[in-house]
């Protein structure tokens, strides 16, 4: 059978680089991907598999770092316009992107198999030396980009889903397939509102994926990952009271004041004995004129850490030099989480059972076991932890592609024939676990 | 001639409020007054004073806190199309507002008038309740207004010229009198240039006013205002250097970081044993997102002092702690200075003068000798101490009126019938110094 | 009577100095005056005045700064072996020390002097240009010495004692006079724990008085000081957890970093609009060794304001900033209070009362109204503010003297003729008080 | 004449453990190795090696962390007392302490085998539980003991060179032998000094090794340790002026505000992407009393780095940041380097050689590769990088044993049976390498 997957996955080649040039056309950001998630519950629908959406997949209060209510109602009309379809898009409203579909093959374990789907702010080079851009599907939504390969892995997930509904009946009765298209991604903002959802709760295997990695090639495959670091992103909002600086400076309370004290003792939080960590204040503005007392004062911080705990430890660090530095100062503050991501180690069984069929595969030329990078970040890490807590298995790995720019990058491309590559490792993958699990 | 002098006044008196509402409708922020400049210059021209306009009264590179070219060009044109003077508008071009205007006596002492004519950057009230409104000629300009009485202070200026144009011959031969029409004084950015030029180099006597302040009614006079604050207004931009907080901190240079470390030890520079100080960062803006090392900053700042001395002991600190905390985390710095103002002493002969001619007039009952009020800071603190150092004698009196709001609030307005007071005051003090020297 | 006031206290200026020298020989720091308390209560005792001692004057938990027990002890047996009388320093053990003396002469007001006692932590200069040294009454107490001229109030008050008593029948039935010789006035830690005791709260008048001022000589007099800061002085205890800084970094708490935070933020205190004020961080002790996170921090604090008001205002915002830096770094702390006084402003009318007799008096040829100088502070303002809150009146006078070097210095020294002009001043001023009030 | 050499040193073992109970009872810390040195240098001597002693070994200017010339006079007289050898202390005179011993046996390879021998600042327990105590060869010099094990490996080094001086025919013409004795480990402030005086310079091997590790008992060997960080530690003086904190502020130079902004900053320093590092201000001592100015400040700093270049980035930074705090505030500084040790990789070839010996020798019953444990530092990383960048190899292995309790604790104590164990390896691995090379 797997002889017949693959040339079935050779056969619709094409149509996988269509669906991957739709997405790259529309990019959608984060809890506004309305178009793509209508679509892909369109797709998934037709092909037999039993769809959820909106609040059955998204834990409300857990979604970190959502848009305004206007943008979303924007993006959402955008979404209209530009083709999604009328009827799985209402319960998209509101930022309840995303799509879960399943398709039950009897008594069995069950596979999750996993796809982001959301694009970047930036705006698209325009350039005849941009593939995208001479070919006529770069993006048409101002700022918007699908500069990380999230509309490939959109394009990957409807790709497996057509495969494995093309030989369902050729392995009926041995478990459930759930394909999790995640919305939100970027930020790590969207894995931990699935998650609280319950889709995972009676999930045994997880899989997730990234194409491209810099130094990474065509014909590469990294089994898997395990170097994300947990992280937590959130934003501060410190409110003081203005006063004349001139005339009544102590009547003021200074946010500028408690902000830069948190931002010296933040940056001050010392090195943890367990691994590797990173915090960072990337933005702060406070204040609105030379002389007044600075009211107002926001901050956009992130911290990492090798482990979840040791990211636990500069989180729960970070808040209170936080609430001591309003204290200090007398002023009020809000904290808003904006993004969230575990630690993960990959289980080694289901690495293993990478390697082998990658090595199998006449695709790859190049598979290595396990990364150890550090830096990054990546919310499948919840989902994995989640499975791997209720006693199963997961697995991140990674297919070479060969890049024009690095990610997030305004010129990032990869090369489409990639794709296919990585539709066939997911259903061969899935398909040996349902048999010999 | 003193009554000749105070009936002349009261029979131009609508003529100077008709000044003052067509000033108060075209309002133009600092070094943008070009309507307002080329209306005084053709007004003083045709009453036979000879006038000096641009780098004549202004020295280029004094000029602080200068807006962008094209906001200089949005206000010129603008100017034009509101019935600005073609001809004297044209040395005005590129920020070089004001207007000096002298009548020449003959040999004797030189006088100096000095009238602000800027606006400030606050939408004007709109509302039955608000007189300007209600009467049509409150603001056209979008968030611009006179919310400080300097549409009052030029027609004063006016209203003096003409009384002084049509007295010339009764005070022939007895010196000069230059009516210095001032631009840029709101953030104290003017008067340095104008006194840099050397406008002021031949003066025997300087006379400023104000209109109005928030504990005096029409009626009263204060002869002399000593309590204005030495100020140094500035902004400082750091410029460190961009890198990915996740995967390479130490290749940043964190220009937050020096920035915070600025605004802690900024406000702590110790008091003063020789008088009070004050000391804000107003604004602060840096960084651009969460996992990125903060390449740019940018702060305003001010520092004040009871004297010269003092504000510039706390001018010379910061410097020392921008500078060093630059240096501190390797980035780059720029500092610009966006006003300044010195400490003032009137001359308290001249302040005696002022008194005995209030007393004399009928329109002022309540005559206070002198306002050593602190917290504020006024730039004509330059022009007197010019004089001074040069052994001449100055003064600043105000004016009561019964006004609407405080000062720089939208609904500020002023008693009009005030503004005549004001002129009698000036026209009678220029007289007597001029004969009775 | 005046007149035989003034020969009797010439009579007994022998007698006065001789005091002084007694006391500046042994001199005692602030709580451990037992030698000078128990010798000043024998002698009033003597005079007929009634005695109270101990824990009838000072309120135990108000007194601050106290010495450890240690060195309370061995200050007492010092005191013994040193000649202190043996009957009156018992009550004094454990730092009760200081004596209240009354004159009861029947109905009438109740008038208070104050004399301070303590000594510093100085050692005098030893040479032949020191008098105390030639004279052989230089400190033999080690590192102590009388370098601000309390060991002269305190003979003044014996002096007053003396010739009040000898003059009690000429003034018989007009009221009450209490002496209150106060410990520890340096450091402002004795007159708050008096005040609490109660034995202010039948006073009518209150009069305090200091020998030398800088730029005062011999026959100087100025009838009323207003220009003493109120302050407030306390020591911070910060205790966090040592751990190796190498091998388990984060599991300290580490208090010099909440001590360094609540350094810069105690310096930024905003400037106070209705006047001045000072801060300092005067003494920082933190940490063990290089490797250790620091565990311990020691700070010695003081702030400063104009009026009891400001003060305040500061004292509030030092104890938030200490108490969030503290919980910013998860450490605990503990705050001693060391001193305290509030500003005063003297009566007017004993103002002018001092004058008056200050004029009448021969010895004085320089008498000076108000010193509104400020930057020191004085506990006798807890007693002034008491009785004039009770709706008595207080004043607070400097006897001039031409002193040998500044007040602090191990070559202080006064002409201790001024003894005497002080002694006279405060008795002729009691006697008028008492009989014409 | 493997097995020979194994019995000969059990013959000896007696007399090693009687060498290590000398050294232990008369500990001398850095520096001050006087009597301890000069036992060693007559010892080798006697057994036919050459010495070399002073400034022949040691880079004057190099020495870190020197005490006061008092307390390298007073131990020097001290060691005198306690039995020290005449002749050889003399060129140690000044703190120029250990000792080189050569053993040339003709043409070959340099083999150098280092031995520490310094002893610390720590209280020897005392109790009938501690086994120095119990025996009598407890510390009787006050307040310094051999916590470390230093002892332990001087007394390893003579039992090392006897029996090498016992077999020198039998290995005569294949290399030269140095035992490098080192000052001052602890604080890693010697090593550098020897390293520049040039005695690596000729070396082809060097072999360092510790006694004791927390988790390693009796029988147990690691072969190698690479885990060492690259340290800096290093003294700041900050010198600024005191002042009046209430009558003259600004008249100070507040070196408190300078040392504060040092410590937020250094605890700032960002996390490097090459590995881990620590840093640490260890202490602060600022200021006087409370109410002046703090003049001078003190901190006691340590920067370490996983790998010496990322040392080297903190080192940098941290100058910068201290003088630029100083800078900030006006204020001068002094720094004073107290140690620095490199990371370092041990050479494989030779962790393989001790493996192979360690597990050939009966002794050692758990034998273990590499450690990476990270933390703490050694100053033999900076001979064995010399050594390596010449192309020779370098190894530090660890010998296990049974701890009473952790280095640096006033209970440490050994078996002493495994001294004879580490003398077996050492002299097995250099007639290996001398034989083999």
């Known amino acids: 059978m797997k002889e017949k997957v693959i040339k079935f996955v050779d056969t619709i080649g094409e149509k996988i680089i269509a669906y991957r040039r739709d997405f790259h056309k529309y990019p959608e950001v984060g809890w506004t991907e309305f178009r793509t998630s209508s679509i892909i519950a369109r797709k998934l629908n037709e092909l037999g598999f039993k769809i959820k959406l909106g609040k059955d997949i998204l834990k409300d209060e857990e979604r970190m770092g959502l848009p305004s209510e206007e943008e979303l109602d924007h993006h959402y009309y955008r979404a209209l316009d530009q083709g999604a379809d009328e009827e799985f898009i209402r319960p998209l409203k509101g930022g309840f ?56 892995h959109a394009a990957i997930g409807l790709g497996v889903a057509e495969t494995l ?13 759930k394909l999790i298209f995640q919305p939100a991604e970027e930020g790590v903002r969207g894995a931990k ?17 990234h194409i491209g990695l810099i130094s990474l090639s065509s014909g590469a495959l990294v089994c898997g990952t395990n170097g994300f670091m947990a992280t937590t992103k959130f934003d501060v909002y410190f409110k003081g009271l203005a006063s004349h600086a001139g005339g009544a400076p102590n009547e003021g309370k200074n946010s500028m004041m408690a902000a ?18 990173r915090i960072n204040v990337g933005t702060l503005v406070s204040g609105t004129d030379r002389n007044i007392i600075p009211e107002n004062s926001f901050m956009k911080i992130e911290t990492r850490g090798e482990t979840t705990d040791i990211n636990d430890y500069y989180k729960e660090y970070a808040l209170r030099i936080i609430k001591a530095s309003a204290e200090m100062h007398n002023v009020d503050f809000k904290i808003e989480y904006m993004g969230e991501a575990l630690s993960g180690v990959c289980s080694q069984e289901l690495v293993n059972r990478v390697k082998n069929i990658g090595i199998s595969l006449d ?14 970040s990546e919310d499948f890490t919840y989902m994995m932890n989640r499975v791997q807590k209720n006693g199963g298995q997961g697995v991140y790995f990674t ?18 024939r990639d794709l296919i590559k990585a539709v066939k490792l997911f259903v061969i993958l899935t398909i040996d676990i349902l048999k010999n699990h």
């Open 399 to 416: 297919v070479g592609t060969n890049i024009k720019a690095g990610h997030h990058n305004s010129k990032f491309d990869v090369n489409e």
């Open 363 to 376: 695709c790859f030329n190049n598979v290595i076991d396990i990364s150890n990078e550090t830096g990054g």
């Open 165 to 177: 509904s093309r030989f369902k009946e050729k392995i009926d009765g041995v478990g459930k397939i």
């Open 193 to 209: 509102a699935m998650v609280k959802s319950g889709i995972l709760d009676d999930v045994d295997y997880i899989i997730g994926s």
């Open 97 to 152: 992107t995303g799509v879960v579909g399943t398709l039950d093959l009897g008594d069995g374990p069950v596979i999750a198999l996993r796809f982001d789907i959301d694009a970047l702010k930036i705006p698209e080079h325009e350039g005849e030396d941009h593939l995208p851009y001479k070919l006529k599907f770069s993006s048409v939504n101002d700022n918007i980009m699908h500069a990380c390969g999230h509309d490939c």
């Open 260 to 277: 830069c004290t948190a931002v010296l003792n933040l940056n001050s939080m010392p090195r943890h004995k367990d691994g590797g960590s």
